[in-house]
């Protein structure tokens, strides 16, 4: 349907009677002329005479054309696309311009993406835009609507709605679509202009709409009568996708846990990975990459609209090492950014153990090590953990250099040279020492020979039962007051602290109130059960039973095993790390660094350093926001000292897996959320979305005229 | 018409000194500078011809008989006066002419200075107005030869009350003239040879097949070569009621055209049959053009 924007330049029109009139003119007004050579003008008028009618006939509806063009072109026709006659008003209208830059927006059709399709819309939109009509945009990306502070009045100046049009760039963020046309709808409110009108750009993915939200109200004027209502702005929605299905498969999680079947420091990664199509993919190939290397792939069939795991194994090196979980690209079309995701694992290093046997036996299950050797065996700890067990003469004679951890069994008070390697061990090289006491050991010999090595000095044996004895269950000690949340004891979900708290300890030692040690568990009298003392670079961890049958039954129960496994690594501080929590791109992450240092610098996934801001609590973290995926990394140093990467600090942001799931909202469900048909459309491109405007005719008929023009000059040349 | 009869003293003026000359042998009555085509009764022998039956047999040469025993006729060259017969075309379309003189008025001095240089050199002239009817069908008036002084006076008179009106009836008046001419003559026809019917150029070649030397002076109007109009214009003919409306620029190129060709194309067909075609612009000089004329044939 053909609509006009100055319709009163149609009289222009008028003035086609002109070259009617001309023509009219120059049939009836002939000068007469007696000539002599008559036949030749007769014979030529012959000869041209059709040519010529016919040439004047063109000429006069080529300068009719002309004018015509002229006229039309300056009364600026358009061509209303049947689509949108609903959500149309006369006059001008102040138009909010919406370009979703959410992350699902940069899928690639091709070689162009969905957001590159939608800015060049927008784009268009602008330019078919009256002069009379004043225009906002506003990129729809974040949980809080619009990115870059949000949207602004509508304004004339379009050079700098153009500019920020053009330079628009898609995020990795989620889009909350249904807050964006409220925002948009307030920021209209702001325009004296009557007519409101929204044109939104995107995939129109449902993830990003809310069905069950208000439609968005442009707020009633300031100088309207209190309680009037607001008004519903035309809302024109052009699919960036224009109706077509979107398929995608995407990373949506991975988990990295060890594989003891893998052997020492061997991970299985688990990748959760979503089909949002209609169609199962099948044989879709996933591949591990550590660094640059793909070290396993496998291939996994989704189901359409479903999920499937795939499990990749691989021996990681010791560290923190960051990896990727990748699908193959798929060439034709797909969202590329969530066919991978990263993780950083903290895998611990290798620990080499001593053990001290203070009471060796030659049946096996009264060896004083026994169980500390089944606990710390290969099969146990992934081979992980390289234990070596020595008597104590011998191990008082054998050099310490090399071990992580010393483990002091049932050891009779040691010679003071021993004591002194224990201590340099600890101080200098920061190696561990554990102590577990049994009848070898005196309390006051002890104190004596190990000294200050002790968290707390000894006092004496309590025998809280007899083992064997009448009514010794209940006689015998319990851990009572255990700290969960230590690197011993994390690995006790609440289920399994019963496992731990039924160990019956029938006497361990008192120890004197002395020292400053803490505490990790205590029986439950009070006394201290595990007691640590930090010791130069290294720690020393008393336990004041045995770690045989002898004192207690705790080394026949299922608690022990994981307990003495994380005592060796948490002092030979090669813990097993809590693998970081996961971020994801839109929040913020904070960075605590140890006591006493500073996060310097952050880098982001490219390389490049990421402003991050500081809190007044806490000036010494860093708040990160997360722009982009990947693997973030901290340097960190105390004051004044060159900063280096701590890579307990790194940390992996994924995107939100919301984000791959492109199916698309139901239109009419979309339209009755946004007020109906008559005031909401969805669009497949900007012509549609002109709204008043439609397609311009006036450009065509500009060249139309020029070409009458043309014509015209031409004929009357000849 | 009125002839600009100040214009005649001076193109005689500027062709005084010359002679008009014939070219070729013409048969006249009177001796002069002429020579005579006409054989037998000449007082100077030109050649022998072999008798044939027919021939006269008073002029058999006996000598030639007693000496190779064979017939031989003598044949005679004789000097005569020329006889000139002046034909003007005075048809509508002579009468256009948009400058200092139509076509009419033109041609009229031209045939007035060739009429006084003709007789003035002691040859006969006659003068034949080509138009609608008068004393025959195409003829309007005709003046038969003569070359006394009076004789031209009322020859110039005729001339200067000649009117250029009705159609062209060319062909009628030359099969006229060919009539009046009667023995060899020099036929010296004015016209712009605008005939719709096609038939002067016949009639011409006619009048040259029975052995008069015939000199076309083809006469137009520079408007006529260059057809400068630009405004739409009702174009009248000057010989009947036909009219035609025409936007002259449109048509321009192929008027000229069409002009060139039919000029060309006389010009050959008539040097074809050996009538000599002197194709006259009005705005030139009627003397130069005479001049350069008479130069032409007294080198020929």
Known sequence: MLQFAHPAYLWGLLAIALPILVHLFNQRRPRPLAFGAIEFVLRSQRQKARRLRLRQILLLALRCLLIAAVALALARPSLKPRGVEAAQTSGPQATALVLDASLSMRYRIGTRTLFEKARAEALSALERLGPDEPAAVGLCAGPGGFTGGGMGAPSFDRLAVRRLLQSAQPTYLASDLTGCLAAAAKALGESPVAGKRIIAFSDLAAHSIRLDAPPPLVPPAANAPPGSPGIRPNVVLVDAARASDLPNAAVVATAVRPSASLGPRGYEVVATIANSGTQMVSGLQVSLKVGPNTVAKGFVDVPARGTAKKTLGAVLPPGVVGGRVELARNEAQGLDEDDGQDFVVHVPRDVKALIVDGAPASLRSRDEAFFVEAALAPARTGGRIHAQTLDADAAANAPLDGYDVILLLNVAAPPKAFAEKLRQAAVQRGAGIFIALGDHVDPDAYNDSLGDLLPRPLHLIKTAAEPGAQGTEERAARFGTVEWAHPLFRVFGPAEREGLESARTFRYALLKPEGQAHTLASYDDGAPALIEKPMG?????????????????????????????????????????????????????????????????????????????????????????????????????????????????????????????????????????????????????????????????????????????????????? | MTLPASNVPAVLARLGPLQVQARKVMEGVLTGLHKSPHHGQSVEFSEHK???????????????????????????????????????????????????????????????????????????????????????????????????????????????????????????????????????????????????????????????????????????????????????????????????????????????????????????????????????????????????????????
């Open chain 1, 537 to 718: 670079r290294g720690r020393v961890l008393l336990y004041t039973s045995t770690a045989s049958r002898t004192w207690t039954d705790w080394p026949i129960r299922v608690s022990f095993l994981p307990v003495l496994q994380q005592t060796v690594s948490w002092l030979a501080d090669a813990l097993e790390q809590r693998q970081p929590l996961p971020a994801q791109v839109g929040e913020e992450r904070t960075l605590t660094p140890v006591a006493g240092a500073r996060v310097e610098k952050v880098l982001g996934p490219d390389g490049q350093a990421v402003p991050f801001r500081r809190e007044t609590a806490h000036p010494d973290d860093a708040v990160v926001p997360l722009a982009a995926p990947g693997p973030y990394r901290a340097l960190v140093a105390p004051r004044g000292v060159e900063p280096r990467e701590e890579p307990t600090l790194t940390f992996v942001a994924g995107l939100d897996p919301k984000e791959s799931d492109l199916r698309r909202v139901d239109e009419a469900e979309l339209k009755a959320q946004l007020g109906g048909a008559e005031s909401a459309q969805v669009a497949a491109s900007s012509a549609a979305a002109q709204g008043a405007h439609g397609t311009p005719l006036w450009s065509g008929l500009l060249l139309l005229g020029a070409l009458a023009l043309l014509g015209e000059g031409a004929l009357t040349r000849k």
């Open chain 2, 50 to 300: 072999e008798y044939a039956p027919g021939d006269e047999i008073r002029h058999i040469d006996w000598r030639a008989f007693a000496k190779l025993d064979k017939y031989y006729v003598k044949r005679f060259e004789m000097e005569t006066n020329l006889r000139a017969l002046l034909v003007l075309d005075v048809s509508g379309s002579m009468a256009y002419g948009r400058g200092p003189m139509t076509k009419l008025q033109y041609a009229a001095v031209c045939a007035g200075a060739l009429a006084y240089l003709l007789s003035r050199q002691g040859d006969q002239v006659g003068l034949c107005l080509a138009g609608d009817g008068g004393i025959s069908p195409g003829v309007r008036e005709f003046l038969p030869f003569a070359s006394s002084p009076s004789h031209v006076q009322e020859l110039l008179h005729i001339l200067e009350g000649a009117q250029g009106r009705g159609p062209t009836l060319l062909p009628a008046a030359l099969d006229f003239a060919a009539e009046k001419a009667g023995r060899r003559a020099l036929v010296i026809v004015l016209t712009d040879l605008f005939d719709a019917t096609d038939r002067s150029i016949p009639a011409l070649k006619m009048l040259r097949s029975r052995r008069h030397d015939v000199l076309l002076l083809q006469t137009h109007d520079r408007e006529e070569l260059e057809f400068p109009f630009d405004d739409p214009t009702r174009f009248l003919s000057m010989e009947d009621e036909r009219q035609i409306e025409a936007q002259p620029r449109q048509i321009r190129e192929s008027y000229l055209q069409q002009i060139r060709s039919f000029l060309e194309s006389t010009r050959k067909d008539l040097a074809r049959a050996d009538v000599e075609v002197e194709q006259i612009a009005t705005d030139a000089a009627p003397d130069r053009v005479l001049l350069k004329l008479l130069a032409r044939r007294e080198a020929a």
